[in-house]
């Protein structure tokens, strides 16, 4: 009897794990992610592209270069540390310059100008048409053959003019690209082709799709005042979502035929944007389908690091008289240390005629210092995390879009900058600084790599920033990660959409963190009451982080907004071999303590807790007279057998969507600081300079606030 209950028993769990596997393939959500083209990559070949890109490049984009492109120019560059330049739409008259001083460029407007981007103009005449096809300052600019093979035509004979170049290193479709122009909410149609989006809705849904609808943010008005399980935003983001994918798709082909031309050279964009629910700016599909970019400083760059490690990224530099040349130092530093290969620099106020201004004098040592020694040690090196990943939800971003956006009313149009007040962005931007001033480093996983092959073993922790909407497949995933040993930390709002924008009855992941929804939720149950979201983004509409932070009164906790007023804070639960925990506050104040200096491991601690309970260790202990210096972080890298580790001011940056950044809070100065590692470490170099450390656990080490350090030691951290 108890050999024919035992056999019982293995027959029903192999019929439960059998119907298990049979209910996750049958998962429409998962077999459109796996068969989509928009997820398919184009090639990727990073040893190919470090040949290239082989320490940092700075490409002046000549606006104001009045020293011109003969011999004093380019003695200029060699003088000043500029190894980099550019052409422009296949231009090949600068080519003999740039190739007898050895200059690296990038080619601009490779697809040239108008059409991938649209231009100027007033696009608010478009914003509450949803069946105007994509239009620009050129006029209709339909994402269609006709357009592919106009457009190819152009890439090919560019590409095919300057391949022979030696010194050629990327080449970019155009700049400030855009399914519609920058962020800007257009929800028109990418092109006159309806029953591609019917086919595309068929293969989204996989059974019962609902018909196209089109519509524009007016649309979501009527959803506000509903409860949750009734709130509908899908048929908005429906079409949003197929948008982004025939904008990815129409990259990826113009990218393909630049290969065809010149295999070896990566091909990509510049002027890239925030992640955003409008403009094509869907991270996870776009870094499937480019192999070069240029994302203004402040945006997208952890991102673009994480889901596409082996592409040259790049950004953008702007020179500020009143910010002053340690902002471009420590610019250069910062984006070094977190995996970008140069910047594109804007050339504006460089010279008083063909004489170069005395801020370059300034500049020029620590250039040279960047390309010649620093950069080449740790270009081509791989990122080092500390097992934290941060879950990267399109879904969920498109769905704050659509909440954040009830306080402008019928004066949505106006929203562009959703980088600096949008909930998601902005609860993005919290827990990046909360880990990285917690000695804490990360990954982000996109959302089409967990569904398919589930969260990666090499984590021990995912975070849910904001992840309002989850599919049922990404919650299985999810939900497998934590029950196989891992923390799921989220702090609100999870899961209560799905993938569509719909509204849960109950949340998706309820279960996992034991809480309780039941679709009955209104806006009167989260943060204020007034609105679904902490902030009304309209009263502090572009107006600083603390007047936003002051347009509601949500009751706080420990200093943070409590999200749901239903649910109890800090709710942990035991789910398998892990642990899940429903914070059910908001990380978004964290900015604000940051900007005030009140930010301290006290105001962290809420957020930390159960990450460092998880067995995360800050491994890099750094102190000047017993503490941590200020907005102080450090990276790491592993190359060659030796692990490097950058010592940085992680100051926070703000960036427009024409890439002109700005720095607050930067200091500059010299300090001396310990650097400490769990044990002794092997053969310790200080790379500014080569000094032998020898080995050890603490090394003494002065740092350049407006600059940065960079240590090395032989073999992996210790203890990993």
């Known amino acids: 009897m108890k050999r024919f209950v035992a056999a ?47 320490t940092w490049i700075y490409m002046p984009w000549r606006y104001q270069w009045t020293i011109g492109t003969g011999d004093e120019g380019g003695q200029f560059c060699k003088d000043y540390g500029f190894n980099g330049g550019f052409t422009d739409h296949g231009d090949t008259r600068v080519l003999p310059w740039l190739e007898k001083w050895n200059l690296k460029f990038y080619n601009d407007h490779t697809a040239a100008k108008g059409w991938l981007h649209l231009g100027g103009g007033d696009y608010k005449k478009y914003m509450n048409d949803a069946r105007q096809v994509r239009t620009g300052s050129k006029g209709s600019a339909p994402l269609d053959d006709a357009m592919l093979e106009k457009l190819k035509s152009i890439v090919t004979k560019n590409v095919n003019g300057l391949k022979n170049s030696p010194v050629r290193a990327a080449y970019a479709l155009d700049d400030e690209i855009s399914s519609g122009s920058f962020v800007k909410p257009l929800a028109w149609r990418m092109n006159e082709d309806d029953q591609a ?138 984006c070094l240390a977190h995996g970008n290969r140069g910047m594109i620099g804007w050339v504006e106020g460089w010279f008083d005629g063909k004489t170069p201004r005395d801020w370059l004098n300034d500049w020029k040592e620590p250039q040279k210092e960047l390309t010649t020694v620093i950069a080449p040690k740790v270009v081509g090196g791989k990122w080092i995390h500390d097992g934290v990943a941060i879950y990267y939800s399109q879904a969920s971003i498109q769905t704050s879009w659509c909440l954040d956006i009830e306080c402008h009313g019928k004066t949505w149009p106006n929203r562009n900058s959703d980088d600096e007040h949008g909930t998601w962005h902005l609860t993005r931007k919290a827990w990046e600084y909360i880990l990285a001033d917690s000695g804490i480093q990360y990954n982000w996983v996109g959302y089409d790599d967990v569904i398919v092959n589930g969260v990666p073993k090499e984590y021990k922790v995912l975070i849910l920033p904001s992840c309002f909407a989850l599919s049922d497949i990404e919650a299985q995933r999810i939900k497998a990660f934590c029950e196989q040993g891992g923390t799921v930390v989220a702090d609100f709002m999870c899961g209560l959409f799905d993938q569509h924008g719909k509204g849960r009855a109950k949340g998706a992941l309820d279960d996992l963190f034991g809480v309780a929804h039941d679709g009955t939720e209104t806006k009167k149950d989260f943060f204020a009451g007034s609105l679904w979201v902490e902030t009304d983004q309209d009263a502090g509409f572009q107006a600083g982080i603390k007047k936003l932070m002051a347009t509601t009164s949500p009751k706080l906790e420990g200093d943070f907004a409590i999200a749901e007023t239903k649910l109890k804070t800090n709710n942990e639960n035991a ?135 960079l240590l090395s030691f032989a073999n992996n951290p210790p203890g990993r």
């Not at 459109?32 to 890109?53: I, S």
């Not at 044990?679 to 090394?699: M, P, Q, S, T």
Request: proline share 5%; charged share 25%; aromatic share 12%.
């Open 8 to 54: 019982a028993l293995v027959l029903a769990c192999l019929a439960a794990i059998s119907g298990g596997a049979r209910a996750e393939e049958d998962d429409p959500y998962l077999a459109y992610v796996k068969n989509a083209p928009e997820f398919k990559p184009v090639k990727q070949d990073p040893e190919g592209w470090t040949k290239h890109w082989d």
């Open 197 to 334: 989006y019917e086919t595309w809705l068929a293969a989204y849904y996989g059974k019962n799709p609902p018909k196209a609808q089109y519509v524009t943010p007016d649309y979501c008005a009527g959803e506000y005042g509903k409860a949750l399980k009734d709130v509908d935003f899908s048929p908005l983001l429906d079409r949003l979502t197929y948008n982004d994918s025939v904008w990815a798709n129409f990259l990826g082909k113009l990218v393909d035929c630049s290969n065809a031309a010149d295999p070896e050279i990566p091909c990509g964009f510049v002027g890239g944007q925030s992640p955003n629910t409008f403009g094509g700016y869907d991270y996870t599909k776009l870094c499937k389908k480019t192999q070069f970019i240029e994302a203004y400083l402040g945006t997208a760059q952890s991102i673009i690091r994480s889901l596409n490690p082996t592409m040259p990224q790049v950004t953008t530099h702007f020179h500020k008289d009143k910010q002053g040349t340690v902002n471009d130092i420590w610019q250069m530093w910062w």
């Open 575 to 709: 789910a398998g071999k892990g642990k899940a925990v429903y914070l059910n506050l908001s990380p978004q104040r964290y900015l604000l303590y940051r900007e005030e200096k009140t930010a301290d491991d006290a105001k962290r601690a809420v957020f930390t807790k159960a990450i460092l309970a998880a067995g995360v260790k800050p491994w890099v202990k750094i102190t000047a007279n017993g503490a941590r210096p200020a907005n102080c972080e450090a990276t790491y890298w592993s190359k060659g057998g030796r692990t490097y580790v950058f010592v940085v001011q992680n100051a926070r940056v703000t960036s427009t969507s024409l890439g002109d950044t700005k720095s607050e809070g930067l200091g500059s100065g010299k300090i001396m600081i310990d650097v400490e590692f769990p044990a002794a470490v092997k053969d310790a170099i200080n790379e500014r300079g080569g000094a032998k450390l020898g080995d050890g656990a603490k090394f003494s080490v002065e740092f350049n606030i407006g600059e940065g350090v």
